[in-house]
């Protein structure tokens, strides 16, 4: 049996999705083929950043109760927590969120297809028997967890973060081995829940920072709660029926589980790609560009965390919509990324902004900071933690990036990544308004020590010059 169409798109992920939106903007459903292996709904909403969120909410609020206590809220060691109706709303929600990609999907009908397709050539697939010949394709397969071939024998007792919101209730001793983004907010949650938490990473830093003083910041906020190790290997070994011992290093822990967030891995398996004669390297992974997400010359593009560029929901998006603008309009302009942004919700949050530290070191960049420990609205908030360093080019004091863990840190990053994309100087976000009192002083004075690295002095106040009166600008209220 042959089929053809337009555009095939491989994965109803987010980028799949995306995709799929932006190819309906010129093509009718009849020229579209969706074909998706495995359970409907976005890695976001179904196992990743909506379901996370809903258990770090109820998380964070109840870990405030010993603030609470230290000035003078009296009952708040009559809270408690009932795990399985926690997890059952986080399911209710996870749940929610998952709706509106999977109804997307199944409103193609017979346009949406389920199986594991494989390339015959750049122009041709199959799927279930069928021959499926297109004009273009994109990859946006996703990835999954990984975890090493001896844990896998450990069963039940080792979770992902693909099966930990399945559970009903959870052991009370566990290690969380890996501590990225997963590893760091999953772990503090169940610390302020009240489970016994000891988070395990190889790496020097957590949570995907790479300023040590910033990410060390982090760990002694996280070492409120759990136990932190860095810098170690980690083995374990099943322990009786049901526990699991870990060895770190020279140290051992008994738990009754193990969350294990070591990063994901994409799903390329099985695809056919040795025939499209491209390079694959040794993850299986066809070289593509990164701007316009193609292989080679090849009517065939790959988007998503599949690809590994930058696996994160809203980059995710972006890159179905790029790949099927290039997929559909052959002779398109190239189109721009945003600024890099990446945000881990525990408390205080983590943040990285703009240019990876591997690029600030291959230019002429100075840096400024700022002390969350002493900032006045943290500090009256009993949420004083952290450390925000901030980058500039030393030449003309344009922003770059930075690297940050602050309360309320997901906003600063905002506002930051905003300031990069435009191109703004120290200078000129200084003459912005900031209000008081704000964290976001601790932003203003992260960029006023910047400027006196620059070795600059303002002639003028911090504001901006006169110009042609805007509204704002001519009174009232």
Request: aromatic fraction near 4%; include cysteine; proline fraction near 5%.
């Amino acid at each position: 049996m042959l089929r053809k169409t337009r555009l095939v798109i491989i994965g109803a992920g987010s980028a799949g999705l995306s995709a799929l939106k932006e190819a309906q903007r010129t093509l009718g459903n009849d020229e579209l083929l969706l074909i998706n292996d495995g359970p409907y709904g976005t890695t976001c909403a179904r196992v990743g950043c909506m379901p996370s969120k809903a258990l770090l909410g109820p998380a964070h609020a109840y870990g405030r109760r010993r603030y609470l206590a230290a000035v003078g809220i009296q009952g708040t060691q009559q809270l408690a927590v009932d795990l399985p109706a926690l997890l059952r709303h986080v399911r209710g929600l996870r749940d929610r969120f998952s709706a509106g990609s999977i109804e997307l999907a199944h409103a193609l009908g017979e346009r949406n297809l389920q199986g594991r397709p494989r390339f015959l050539n750049a122009h041709a697939l199959e799927l279930n028997g069928e021959r499926i010949e297109f004009e273009a394709a994109i990859i946006a397969t996703g990835s999954r967890p990984l975890v090493p071939a001896p844990w896998q024998a450990l069963g039940q007792r080792v979770l992902t973060s693909d099966d930990f919101f399945e559970q009903e209730n959870l052991g009370r001793r566990v290690a969380v081995v890996g501590l990225g983004a997963i590893g760091v907010e999953l772990g503090q949650a169940l610390a302020q829940l009240g489970l016994e938490v000891i988070g395990l990473t190889r790496a020097a830093t957590v949570a995907g920072l790479h300023d040590q003083d910033v990410s060390d910041s982090l760990v002694a906020a996280l070492r409120q709660d759990m136990q932190v190790l860095t810098d170690v290997d980690v083995d374990l070994q099943a322990l009786g029926e049901r526990a699991v011992r870990v060895q770190a290093g020279e140290q051992q822990f008994e738990v009754d589980w193990v969350l294990a967030s070591l990063g994901r891995r994409p799903n390329l398996e099985d695809l056919g790609l040795e025939n499209l004669g491209v390079r694959l390297d040794a993850r299986g992974m066809p070289a593509f560009h990164p701007q316009t997400l193609q292989l080679g010359e090849l009517p065939i593009f790959i988007a998503g965390d599949v690809n590994g560029f930058r696996p994160l929901l809203h980059e995710a998006a972006d890159e179905g919509r790029i790949a099927a603008y290039h997929a559909l309009q052959t002779d398109s302009r190239c189109l721009g990324r945003r600024v890099p942004l990446g945000i881990v919700f525990t408390e205080p949050n983590a943040a990285q902004v703009g240019a990876h530290p591997a690029e600030l070191r291959k230019m002429d960049v100075v840096s400024g900071e700022a002390d969350f420990s002493r900032q006045g609205r943290a500090l009256m908030e009993g949420r004083n933690a952290g450390r925000l360093r901030v980058y500039a080019r030393a030449q003309d004091g344009r922003l770059l990036g930075a690297q940050i863990v602050a309360p309320d840190g997901e906003h600063l990053a905002h506002l930051l990544a905003w300031a990069i994309q435009q191109g703004l100087t120290v200078d000129e976000v200084l003459q912005l308004p900031v209000y008081h009192p704000v964290v976001e002083e601790g932003l203003r004075s992260a960029l006023q020590a910047l400027r006196r690295v620059l070795g600059q002095q303002r002639q003028l106040p911090d504001l901006p010059l006169c110009s042609e009166p805007a509204a704002w600008a001519l009174g009232g209220d």
